[in-house]
């Protein structure tokens, strides 16, 4: 049976685009589908070896231009990439992912010259990583006051506090710290991003214990003990941190959609398998219609997330996206995805606990695209605001 992400992504996307994407799923399939399971069961993070494969294919350089190094790509062929990758691991997509949305778009965006010479050829071949570094234990939602903050003494920046939840923290080397700078100033203005280099001294990292989901993926929490920067340091401008985090964010909300659809996709398929050849009472389940009702919203949820998403990630490319349209798509992929996911679950029975079913795992995962890059409940807020202009929002 053809699968159903394919048949809708031929429709929407160029054939050039779907070469790339098709190279994707046949890595992911030879190499990824047949070791998933043993990498699970023995909680293991994504195997080196994988990653240079992945880097040596240029997945970590999708989106970097070719001068440095880069494959040159738009962010709809990081969509097709997460895509292509998330229908069997979102760590495994993520990992490239974050790489590229939240490690190496920031530098692109906002970098000196200086900063991308020294820094994206290698994070384009994968040799190496950058870690987004916003959240904190104290700070989550409400990121855009640090309580990790960076001080100037003489000429130096001195940087203290604790970042967490970092993704690809065990491959980085430097990491983004968004630092409280100026608190005195007006909201927006009140921050600065700094590149720090993870082997710094007073640095200090460690995985996060425990995570039982994107079990494939990398997720640290990293310390500084009055770190020393320059301002070379400084990525994008001083006081305008909250600018370089809130631009990143809008394309990797788009990245979160994605892998949601992929969760969703592996779902309806392997729900539309699993009912045509289960049988009870002495037919197919797939012939219930409460099974229909869950296989059928499964599919109009993928194939309206999945129009909806080109468009914006076209608009990204176009330069045309607002952030309240990135948020809603990741919201509402997010939401809509991980519920059905518990009725594919609730349809298939049984079976669907066994971990090599794949269902648990798509389930926990796509929990982490409710809350990641801005939890659904907060950023509704955020998008609710241009509908209520009159009045401020809680
Ligand atoms: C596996 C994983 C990987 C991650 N990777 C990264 C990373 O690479 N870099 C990084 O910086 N962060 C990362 N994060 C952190 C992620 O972005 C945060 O979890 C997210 O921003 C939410 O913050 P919180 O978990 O502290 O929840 P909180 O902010 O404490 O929120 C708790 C609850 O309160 C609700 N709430 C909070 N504020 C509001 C509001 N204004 N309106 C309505 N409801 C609200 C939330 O919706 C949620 O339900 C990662 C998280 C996970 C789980």
């Given at each position: 049976m053809e699968r159903r992400i394919d048949h809708y992504l031929e429709r929407l996307v160029s054939s050039d685009s779907m070469t790339f994407y098709k190279a994707v799923c046949e890595f992911a399939k030879e190499r990824i589908e047949p070791n998933y399971l043993h990498w699970e069961r023995n909680h293991e993070l994504i195997p080196e070896d994988v990653i240079d494969e992945m880097g040596q294919m240029g997945l970590f350089g999708v989106t970097v231009s070719e001068s440095y190094g880069g494959q040159g790509g738009n962010q709809l062929d990081l969509i097709l990439m997460g895509l292509a990758l998330g229908y069997h691991s979102q760590s495994l997509a993520i990992t490239p992912g974050a790489a590229m949305s939240l490690g190496a778009k920031p530098l692109q965006l906002f970098g000196t010259d200086a900063q991308k010479k020294a820094h994206l050829p290698d994070l384009a071949a994968g040799k190496r990583m950058f870690v987004f570094g916003l959240s904190e234990p104290g700070r989550g939602s409400d990121a855009t006051n640090?309580?990790?903050?960076?001080k100037k003494e003489g000429?130096?920046?001195?940087?203290?506090?604790e970042k967490c939840w970092s993704t690809n923290a065990k491959w980085s080397s430097h990491v983004v710290v968004h630092a409280m700078t100026s608190p005195e100033s007006k909201p927006g203005y009140r921050t600065t991003c700094f590149i720090v280099p993870m082997n710094d001294p007073n640095v200090s990292y460690q995985e996060m214990a425990g995570k039982d989901l994107w079990s494939q993926s990398s997720t640290g929490s990293i310390s500084f003990d009055e770190v020393t920067v320059t301002d070379d340091a400084i990525l994008g401008k001083e006081n305008?941190?909250?600018?370089?985090?809130?631009?990143?964010?809008?394309?990797?909300?788009?990245?979160?959609?994605?892998?949601?659809?992929?969760?969703?996709a592996f779902g309806l398929d392997k729900c539309r398998t699993y009912s045509q050849e289960r049988e009870q009472f002495g037919v197919p389940i797939g012939s219930f219609q409460r099974v229909q009702d869950v296989i059928i919203d499964m599919d109009i949820t993928l194939e309206q997330g999945l129009t909806w998403l080109i468009d914006l990630t076209n608009r990204y490319d176009d330069n045309t996206l607002d952030r309240e349209s990135a948020a809603k798509v990741k919201i509402?992929?997010?939401?809509?995805?991980?519920?059905?996911?518990?009725?594919?679950?609730?349809?298939?029975?049984?079976?669907?606990?066994?971990?090599?079913?794949?269902?648990?795992?798509?389930?926990?995962?796509?929990?982490?695209?409710?809350?990641?890059?801005?939890?659904?409940?907060?950023?509704?807020?955020f998008a609710a605001r241009p509908l209520m202009p009159d009045i401020t929002l809680q």
């Open positions: 640090p309580e990790v903050t960076a000429d130096k920046w001195v940087i203290k506090g305008e941190g909250f600018k370089v985090m809130a631009k990143t964010l809008n394309g990797g909300r788009l990245f979160i959609a994605g892998m949601s659809l992929a969760s969703l509402e992929c997010s939401r809509k995805a991980s519920d059905h996911m518990t009725m594919a679950m609730e349809i298939c029975g049984g079976v669907s606990s066994l971990d090599e079913f794949g269902l648990t795992r798509h389930h926990r995962d796509l929990f982490v695209c409710r809350v990641g890059e801005g939890s659904n409940f907060a950023l509704k807020g």
